[in-house]
Protein backbone atom coordinates (compact mmCIF):
# COMPACT_ATOMS: atom_id res chain seq x y z
CA UNK A 1 0.00 0.00 0.00
CA UNK A 2 2.78 2.42 0.97
CA UNK A 3 4.10 1.58 -2.70
CA UNK A 4 1.31 2.82 -4.49
CA UNK A 5 1.52 6.39 -2.56
CA UNK A 6 4.70 6.72 -3.03
CA UNK A 7 3.88 6.24 -7.08
CA UNK A 8 0.74 8.60 -6.54
CA UNK A 9 2.76 11.14 -4.76
CA UNK A 10 6.07 10.85 -7.38
CA UNK A 11 3.39 11.33 -10.07
CA UNK A 12 1.92 14.22 -8.32
CA UNK A 13 5.29 16.04 -7.64
CA UNK A 14 6.29 15.55 -11.59
CA UNK A 15 2.62 16.77 -12.56
CA UNK A 16 4.10 20.36 -10.42
CA UNK A 17 6.96 20.41 -11.33
CA UNK A 18 5.60 20.53 -15.48
CA UNK A 19 2.59 23.13 -14.27
CA UNK A 20 5.14 25.06 -12.32
CA UNK A 21 7.49 25.26 -15.48
CA UNK A 22 4.75 25.88 -17.99
CA UNK A 23 2.23 28.02 -16.21
CA UNK A 24 -1.19 29.03 -17.46
CA UNK A 25 0.15 27.51 -21.04
CA UNK A 26 -1.05 24.57 -19.08
CA UNK A 27 -4.70 25.98 -19.60
CA UNK A 28 -4.00 26.48 -23.40
CA UNK A 29 -2.91 22.95 -23.16
CA UNK A 30 -5.62 21.07 -21.61
CA UNK A 31 -7.95 22.77 -24.22
CA UNK A 32 -5.69 20.98 -26.79
CA UNK A 33 -5.48 17.82 -25.87
CA UNK A 34 -9.03 17.91 -25.21
CA UNK A 35 -9.99 18.56 -28.78
CA UNK A 36 -7.41 15.57 -29.78
CA UNK A 37 -9.60 13.40 -27.54
CA UNK A 38 -12.24 14.46 -29.73
CA UNK A 39 -10.88 13.90 -32.76
CA UNK A 40 -9.28 10.77 -31.36
CA UNK A 41 -12.94 9.44 -30.19
CA UNK A 42 -14.50 10.58 -33.85
CA UNK A 43 -11.29 8.47 -35.76
CA UNK A 44 -11.96 5.45 -32.97
CA UNK A 45 -15.90 5.60 -34.54
CA UNK A 46 -14.82 4.97 -37.90
CA UNK A 47 -12.16 3.22 -37.26
CA UNK A 48 -12.44 0.96 -34.28
CA UNK A 49 -8.88 1.52 -33.47
CA UNK A 50 -8.40 2.50 -29.85
CA UNK A 51 -4.53 3.42 -29.52
CA UNK A 52 -4.91 7.52 -30.17
CA UNK A 53 -8.26 7.36 -27.83
CA UNK A 54 -5.89 5.75 -24.78
CA UNK A 55 -2.62 8.38 -25.27
CA UNK A 56 -4.99 11.23 -25.69
CA UNK A 57 -7.26 9.94 -22.22
CA UNK A 58 -3.40 9.62 -20.94
CA UNK A 59 -2.77 13.17 -21.89
CA UNK A 60 -6.14 14.89 -20.29
CA UNK A 61 -5.20 12.68 -17.39
CA UNK A 62 -2.00 14.13 -17.06
CA UNK A 63 -2.65 17.89 -17.88
CA UNK A 64 -6.01 18.44 -16.19
CA UNK A 65 -4.57 17.62 -12.47
CA UNK A 66 -2.04 20.17 -13.52
CA UNK A 67 -4.55 22.97 -14.22
CA UNK A 68 -6.15 22.25 -11.29
CA UNK A 69 -3.33 23.18 -9.40
CA UNK A 70 -2.56 26.15 -11.27
CA UNK A 71 -6.09 27.47 -10.71
CA UNK A 72 -5.84 25.93 -6.85
CA UNK A 73 -9.35 24.10 -7.06
CA UNK A 74 -7.98 20.74 -6.07
CA UNK A 75 -9.71 20.39 -3.09
CA UNK A 76 -13.10 21.32 -5.53
CA UNK A 77 -12.82 19.42 -7.94
CA UNK A 78 -14.02 15.63 -6.33
CA UNK A 79 -16.70 17.00 -4.49
CA UNK A 80 -18.12 17.95 -7.83
CA UNK A 81 -16.83 14.73 -9.60
CA UNK A 82 -19.25 13.06 -7.08
CA UNK A 83 -21.73 15.26 -7.49
CA UNK A 84 -22.54 14.83 -10.97
CA UNK A 85 -21.87 11.18 -10.56
CA UNK A 86 -24.76 11.00 -7.94
CA UNK A 87 -26.24 13.12 -10.06
CA UNK A 88 -26.59 11.14 -13.53
CA UNK A 89 -26.72 7.95 -11.68
CA UNK A 90 -30.52 9.21 -10.07
CA UNK A 91 -30.67 10.19 -14.34
CA UNK A 92 -30.20 6.45 -15.25
CA UNK A 93 -32.04 5.26 -12.47
CA UNK A 94 -35.42 7.17 -13.54
CA UNK A 95 -34.83 6.11 -17.11
CA UNK A 96 -34.66 2.40 -16.30
CA UNK A 97 -38.00 2.93 -14.28
CA UNK A 98 -39.46 4.61 -17.47
CA UNK A 99 -38.19 2.19 -19.22
CA UNK A 100 -39.56 -0.96 -16.63
CA UNK A 101 -42.88 0.82 -17.01
CA UNK A 102 -43.05 0.97 -20.57
CA UNK A 103 -42.19 -2.74 -21.15
CA UNK A 104 -45.30 -3.52 -18.63
CA UNK A 105 -47.02 -1.71 -20.49
CA UNK A 106 -45.84 -3.22 -23.33
CA UNK A 107 -46.49 -6.99 -22.03
CA UNK A 108 -50.33 -5.56 -20.79
CA UNK A 109 -51.52 -4.71 -23.74
CA UNK A 110 -49.84 -7.42 -26.36
CA UNK A 111 -50.70 -9.89 -23.66
CA UNK A 112 -47.51 -11.24 -22.31
CA UNK A 113 -44.12 -11.86 -24.02
CA UNK A 114 -43.99 -8.17 -26.15
CA UNK A 115 -40.79 -9.54 -27.69
CA UNK A 116 -42.79 -12.11 -29.14
CA UNK A 117 -45.57 -10.07 -30.39
CA UNK A 118 -42.90 -8.06 -32.31
CA UNK A 119 -41.35 -10.83 -33.87
CA UNK A 120 -44.63 -12.45 -34.97
CA UNK A 121 -45.64 -9.09 -36.66
CA UNK A 122 -42.53 -8.87 -38.54
CA UNK A 123 -43.64 -11.91 -40.45
Given at each position: ?18 A????E ?7 E ?6 Q ?20 V?NV ?9 I???V ?19 KK??Y???M ?7 N ?10
Open positions: MIEIENMIDERQQKLRQIDHYQKQLWKLAECGELVALSKYTLTGDKRPVIEEIADKAPQVEYLLGEDDEPMMEYKLDRTIKEVEEQQMDRERMRTFLGGCDRQRSNRKL
